[in-house]
């Protein structure tokens, strides 16, 4: 019986919409924006938390880590391996960036260098091939992506040879499409064997025996009826066996929480904050649409009074009617969430696609799955019953007598209808301030002073490695390389250091002045002529010079920040400093440099030296170019003359600094970039509902304008008296929403820079913005209004 009754309400509701397709779509598009929207951020709070890798039994999975920090050393990782009872296998890997060199071609990529039991942990089946069985042997596993974007898919795969750093592999493996390793966003692209990776590197083999050096990630596979919390516990048993050294680093609990979205926990820690912006601005964009749509079914409940009178007065109760009512909007937010999943898809391409294309690539891993198919549905199911009782309950209120009289829809309903409009224009305002303060951000930034020049850059980010080039034959090159770029047309002059700025610091160490305290610093590596390239000025000695060699005593250039915190107010040029923090290395410093940035523009001036390139070579190596008109003009010629030189030389990246520079906040451009998304579509939704409601106003209030214009009224009296009726109401929205914006962007403090949460001029030009779109909104009701035929509206109702 229920059932026919909601089969019949089903088909009645479905006539009712079909009946009004301006209505019905006004509502559908506005729901699929609303819910589309949340569907999107949910699946950007998927990837970064809650999603759980692409393995099987992936709840058994879970990271080590103490505090915010995932790295322990090697020696620690063999004890827990091998000591516990909680886990089926516990595997180490190690995330790095590398290079997959195949047929000729160069890529940089992300690597993970990984334990022999990785695939014991996993237990993710392989497209192709067969994971490696120790760490021993020269093979390597490449990803699905990999192998279709540079292998063109090749089922013959397997067997051949490619090479990462120095080091030549043969391919035994290809994964599946969804497995693209556990460091997300930064999918990775080449599995090889941790101990055999580590070979050519002393320094790292060196951290792989050292308890006291935190380098590679644990994962492990819990045991079938083990809890996270058990696995702890016998992790902490194992770790108060170890005991020393490294007291104070095991005083922090050693935790193990189920993997997923982003494993490194300090990568989540970053992106939480993203994250949480997001999914406020999209629960208000998900109210301002809910308040549209709820003025749109307030009005049509208006229109329908009549029928719901009649129905009434046929008998039907007042619980029968509003099912009717629920019904319908139950199909309305039905094919909303519809509409909101299509349109989530659709984002989840477009805000990948917003992030820049470097040579190590950022994928943020959305993709719809059941998940958020079942959010999108309840969230569906949580906007039906906002949109649906309240409408409903009032729309059935009405006395069915003076409805049945022709008598004037009452007033009630309007004033609800002004309260959402209040809302709306204020949860606006909130929306683009915060779109305008990230704005501002990005202006900021790009005014910022780098402190090296940019203009007429270019940069080539290039490797070279044995058995081609040797500890001593490859800064040989790299010197005739930055030689011959000099003598090219066009060029002006050239250098090289070890990575460019706004990258990442090459590391951090322990120096001192003697016996003073010690500092921690950060460094890098340049050559001779990098400093006079970049245009950073020399406040005092000297720059590098070719009598610097490998075989002279060291010497470093400090900046100004670190001279003045060893030597306040004296001169430091000539003065030792003791690098290291356990083996002491001295050092003499030849020059002082003025602060530039190292890590980001935002940064504020920290302690650094730079170590000379001959003395610390590695094979990496990024030339820097100074151009003397179009740096794009010159870029080919310099690829050219690089490979001239030697065909084994690597080119990972090859462009201006400019666009370095620019690429280097894009984070913050790509937060902007959807604040500004959202907050133009909240302004959309905003203006279009003060149209909805002064126009519904002018018609309340046609007899009233009908009368006025009799008596002499102008048509600018009414058109001022319809646009004031608007313009009020935006305005308290505006006064509320400055004291909510007030209130809350100062929680986005840390997301900004050059800018102060309560900037004045964001706050006074958004107000002014909306008010004009107010304005504008309310006009075309207004001037429809100011056209009323006095006879006409005084014969209305």
Not at 22 to 45: D, M, W
Not at 376 to 398: D, E, I, N, Q, Y
Not at 494 to 509: I, K, N, W
Not at 593 to 607: F, G, N
Request: charged share 20%; proline share 5%.
């Amino acid at each position: 019986m229920w059932l026919e009754a909601l089969l019949q309400d089903l088909r009645y509701g479905l006539r009712q919409l079909r009946r009004n397709p301006g209505f019905s779509i006004a509502v559908i598009v506005t729901l699929a924006f609303g819910i589309g929207v949340n569907t999107s951020v949910f699946s950007f709070l998927d990837a970064v938390a809650l999603r759980p890798l692409a393995v099987p039994s992936a709840d058994r999975i879970v990271v080590i880590h103490r505090g915010d920090s995932t790295r322990f050393s090697y020696p620690d990782y063999i004890d827990y391996r091998d000591r516990n009872q909680a886990f089926t296998a516990l595997a180490a890997t190690f995330p790095t960036e590398a290079t997959l060199d195949f047929d000729g071609q160069s890529d940089a990529i992300t690597a993970e260098a990984v334990s022999a039991n990785y695939e014991a942990v996993m237990r993710t089946p392989l497209l192709l091939g067969h994971w490696f069985t120790g760490e021993d042997e020269p093979e390597a596993i490449l990803s699905y992506r990999a192998w279709v974007t540079r292998f063109h898919a090749d089922p013959k795969v397997l067997g051949k040879q490619v090479r990462s750093i120095s080091e030549w592999y043969t391919v035994v493996g290809v994964t599946q499409p969804n497995f693209t390793g556990v460091f997300a966003p930064r999918p990775t692209d080449l599995w090889v064997p941790l101990r055999f990776w580590a070979k050519p590197f002393p320094g790292i083999v060196q951290r792989l025996h050292d308890r006291t050096n935190a380098t590679v990630m644990i994962f492990g596979r819990m045991r079938n009826g083990v809890s996270p919390a058990q696995a702890t516990a016998n992790l902490k048993a194992i770790d108060t066996q170890i005991g020393e050294p490294n007291s104070e680093v095991r005083s922090t609990p050693l935790v193990a929480t189920i993997a997923r979205g982003a494993s490194d926990i300090g990568t989540r820690d970053q992106l939480m904050p993203i994250v949480g912006l997001f999914a406020a601005v999209a629960v208000l964009v998900l109210l301002i649409a809910c308040a549209n749509v709820g003025n749109l079914i307030l009005a049509r409940g208006s229109a329908r009074q009549r029928e719901l009178a009649i129905r009434a007065a046929l008998g039907a109760s007042r619980i029968r009617v509003i099912r009717q009512l629920m019904t319908e909007i139950f199909l309305l937010a039905l094919m909303g969430g519809m509409g909101g999943l299509t349109l989530g898809a659709w984002t989840d391409g477009f805000l990948n696609s917003l992030t820049p294309a470097m040579p190590i690539r950022v994928s943020l891993r959305l993709s719809m799955d059941i998940r958020i198919v079942i959010f999108t549905l309840l969230l569906t199911l949580l906007t039906m019953l906002l949109l649906g009782v309240l409408p409903a309950w009032h729309s059935t209120r009405t006395d069915a007598y003076p409805t049945l009289k022709g008598e004037a829809a009452p007033q009630r309903q309007f004033r609800l209808r002004q309260l959402a409009l209040v809302g709306q224009v204020a949860i606006s305002l909130l929306l683009l301030v915060c779109a305008g303060l990230f704005l501002r951000s990005i202006i900021g930034l790009h005014g910022v002073n780098p402190g090296f020049a940019v203009k007429d850059r270019v940069y080539a980010w290039t490797f070279i490695s044995p058995p081609e080039f040797t500890r001593k034959t490859g800064p040989q090159f790299y010197r005739e390389a930055v030689e011959n770029l000099r003598n090219l047309t066009g060029v002006r002059n050239a250098g090289l250091t070890h990575f460019l700025p706004l990258v990442f610091d090459e590391g951090s160490d322990c120096v001192s002045s003697g016996d003073d305290p010690v500092l921690d610093v950060t460094h890098g590596t340049i050559g001779t002529g990098y400093l006079e390239t970049m245009k950073i000025p020399l406040l005092d000695g000297r720059d590098f010079s070719t009598a610097d060699g490998s075989g002279s005593r060291a010497v470093v250039i400090v900046n100004e920040t670190l001279a003045q915190r060893l030597w306040p107010h004296q001169n430091a040029v000539g003065r030792n400093i003791l690098i290291g923090c356990k083996k002491r290395e001295k050092a003499e410093v030849i020059g002082v440099t003025r602060d530039s940035k190292v890590v980001s523009l935002s940064e504020a001036p920290h302690p650094y030296f730079y170590r000379l390139f001959s003395q610390n070579y590695t094979g990496l190596a990024t030339l820097v170019i100074q151009t003397d008109g179009d740096p794009h003009g010159v870029m080919p010629v310099v690829r050219q003359k690089l490979l001239e030189m030697s065909k084994s030389v690597r080119i990972y990246a090859l462009d201006t600094v400019a666009n370095h520079v620019n690429e280097s906040y894009w984070q913050t451009r790509w937060v902007s970039t959807l604040l500004v998304i959202f907050g133009l579509l909240a302004l959309g939704l905003a203006a279009i509902g003060l149209h909805g409601v002064i126009a519904y106003w002018a018609i309340l209030r046609t007899h009233e304008i009908g009368i006025r214009v009799a008596l002499g009224a102008e048509k600018r009296d009414v058109l001022k008296m319809v646009v004031g009726q608007g313009l009020k109401l935006a305005l308290i929205g505006v006064a509320i929403g400055i004291a909510g914006a007030l209130a809350l962007t100062r929680f986005l403090a840390s997301l900004l820079y050059g800018v102060k949460p309560t900037d004045p001029l964001t706050f006074i030009a958004v107000s002014l913005i909306l008010i004009g779109v107010a304005l504008a909104a309310c006009f075309v009701p207004a001037r429809r209004a100011a056209r009323v035929d006095p006879m006409v509206a005084l014969r209305y109702e």
